[in-house]
């Protein structure tokens, strides 16, 4: 979201794959890594179906200052359907 863009996506690819995918760029700076934390995304709808947060993401979320409630995209593998939102599109 907003774009309205849908993509459907192989198990194991990870979010910030499938919004690559879907033409959405997202920003980042190490090369997925786990290390900027510019990646994350808000998941407006579908997190229940998600992997649960590590503490090693969120420890990369604090050291960077991002928001607790975004989920790093570089790492999340999707595995349920997702709508999600950069707070930059
Ligand atoms: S791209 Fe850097 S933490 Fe995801």
């Known amino acids: 979201m907003p774009s309205g863009r849908e993509v459907r996506v192989v198990a194991g ?3 910030l ?6 033409g ?3 920003a980042t700076a190490c090369g997925a890594n786990q290390l ?3 990646c994350g995304l808000e998941i407006l709808e579908g997190e229940a ?3 649960a947060e590590t503490d090693e993401e969120a420890h990369i979320k604090e050291l960077n200052r991002v928001d607790a409630e975004l989920r790093l ?3 999340l593998e999707v595995t ?9 599109w």
């Open 13 to 15: 690819t990870t979010l």
């Open 17 to 22: 794959e499938a919004t690559r995918e879907a």
């Open 24 to 26: 959405l760029p997202i």
């Open 36 to 38: 900027c934390a510019l």
């Open 49 to 51: 179906g998600l992997v």
């Open 73 to 75: 995209s570089c790492q």
């Open 80 to 88: 349920a359907d997702l709508v999600v939102r950069a707070r930059y």
